[in-house]
């Protein structure tokens, strides 16, 4: 009755018979809401007060949008209008108001003609979630979809992900995320982010080595494979009981060592770390013994060491703390004998440890150059109260350098210290035996072996040996044989 009454105002007469002519006229229809329109809040009304009496309250408001979209109902601009003021007239309404149900089913109308506006599906979505009535917003979302042609979809996906990210419900928002993959595959990182923040480990590990294994695969972001494959890892590592479900994570982890040789000493770190936490210590165990066997670099060496010794410090300390708690209860009397021997093994074991650390090292820098002469002297060095052992590592030295590559010292003085080994034993036999040998290797310069045949022949003076020492001179000058006269 309001409405009626209202649009047989004489001062509207105008705009009805217009319309009553020609009720298909979008710009009669605009005129006249525009000026039915209220006074927007914070304005001042005209001085002669006009725009406050053609004001008209929202019920003819809305009788007028009724009566246009029924003549004109594809117009978007018509919709917008209508929606946008039942949506600022509901802004303060409770979720349960009768007001937001008929704005819902406005929305639901608009939709039958203007199933290809996106600016509708995402009016209507951000109601819909204001409304927080998650399964009719997930809907509404998946129909926005099926409508819009797929050049739009990334303007409906983008507030979809953010939807289902906040709604908690970490299956939906997995399934919407594995969906917008499918057309934008190379976003992955964004899902591998999500599903890191609610602790999805199986799942970021799976999606990670996806985009590790796909050579077309190129991060939006710019991350290169090898981060990529660092984060592969250290993910992994730190959660192997989720990750070794789904992935075969030592066989990834050593694919990365060979792959990538300026992350060695980390990826061996990162696989012992991934067997301690399966609580598997003798695997991981023998991973820092192969691994030191291995590396190549005193910086590898160095980072896998000294993880190697807090291991090992950490179980120890674990152990001894266990002792403790145990010796309160005078039942396990038995049991701490057993434990205080496994206490005392590894106390030895880590003193062993400690102790082969230059010996370690300087295998290190042999695995670099088996060629470097200084090395290998510092090798048969370390066992300088061992005689047996620093034999032994001289002659592993005479076997691996080639005269020819040879590096730092002189050739000829390892081959002097090697028979100063046996001449501190006092056998110097044998020191005659390796000297002989000395003069028949091919140095690179005549001086090496003047200096070789020099050393010989003062050790034969020194022990009185004259005519062993004349021998062995008179061996430097004689000519050659088979020399041309």
């Given amino acids: 009755m309001e409405s009626a009454a209202y649009v047989r105002d004489p001062r509207f ?27 927007p809040e914070g304005e001042e009304e005209g001085t002669d007060g006009e725009a406050n009496d053609r004001a008209a309250p929202r019920a003819v408001r809305y009788s007028i949008y009724e009566r246009a979209l029924k003549m004109l109902p594809g117009s978007y601009k018509l919709w917008r209008m209508y929606l946008q003021e039942r949506t600022a007239n509901t802004k303060h309404k409770s979720v349960r108001s009768r007001s937001l149900a008929i704005l819902v089913n406005t929305y639901e109308r608009a939709l039958v003609h203007l199933h290809k506006m996106p600016r509708i599906w995402l009016d209507y979505t951000a109601l819909l979630m204001r409304m927080a009535k998650g399964t009719a917003a997930r809907r ?13 979809h990334e303007r409906i996906w983008q507030p979809y992900l953010q939807w289902a990210k906040g709604l908690r419900v970490k299956e939906t928002a997995v399934r919407v995320y594995r969906r917008y993959l499918m057309l934008c595959p190379n976003e992955r990182e964004q899902y591998v982010k999500y599903l890191v923040m609610v602790r999805e480990w199986a799942e970021a590990a799976r999606q990670l080595a996806y985009c590790v294994n796909d050579d077309r695969y190129e991060s939006p972001e710019g991350t290169s494979k090898h981060t990529l494959w660092m984060q592969l890892c250290d993910l992994s590592a730190r959660h192997p009981e989720e990750c070794s479900e789904a992935l075969p994570v030592e066989s990834i982890i050593r694919s990365g060592i060979k792959r990538f040789s300026d992350e060695v000493g980390k990826l061996w770190c990162r696989l012992a770390d991934f067997h301690v936490r399966l609580g598997d210590f003798e695997r991981a165990r023998d991973v820092y013994e192969e691994a030191i066997a291995t590396v190549l670099t005193v910086r590898d060496f160095s980072m896998v060491f000294d993880a190697y010794v807090t291991f090992e410090e950490k179980v120890l300390t674990a152990k001894m703390a266990m002792l403790e708690e145990a010796e309160e209860d005078d039942d396990e009397d038995e049991e701490l004998d057993v434990d205080g021997d496994d206490v005392d093994l590894r106390l030895a074991r880590l003193e062993h440890l400690t102790a082969q650390r230059p010996f370690l090292l300087n295998s290190v820098l042999l695995r670099q150059n088996p060629h470097n002469v200084t090395e290998w002297m510092k090798r048969a060095a370390l066992y300088e109260e061992k005689p047996a052992q620093a034999v032994v590592a001289f002659r592993d030295a005479i076997k691996a350098i080639d005269p020819e590559k040879a590096v730092g010292n002189k050739l000829s003085e ?8 046996y001449v501190d034993q006092d056998d110097l036999d044998s020191a005659r035996v390796v000297l002989k040998k000395a003069t028949g290797v091919a140095y690179r310069t005549v001086d090496e072996l003047a200096s070789v045949y020099c050393y010989y022949a003062e050790l034969e003076l020194l022990h009185g040996n004259f005519e062993e020492a004349v021998d062995v001179m008179s061996e430097t000058v004689a000519e050659p044989a088979g020399s041309v006269e």
């Avoid at 509404?140 to 050049?151: E, H, I, K, M, Y």
């Fill in 13 to 39: 007469i105008e705009y009805e018979q217009e319309l009553a002519r020609n009720p298909y006229h979008l710009r009669s229809w605009l005129r006249y809401l525009e000026d039915t329109a209220p006074v």
């Fill in 140 to 152: 509404v979302f998946d129909r926005a979809l099926q409508s819009l042609p797929v050049t739009q």
């Fill in 414 to 421: 390892l081959w002097i210290a090697f028979a100063k080994v």
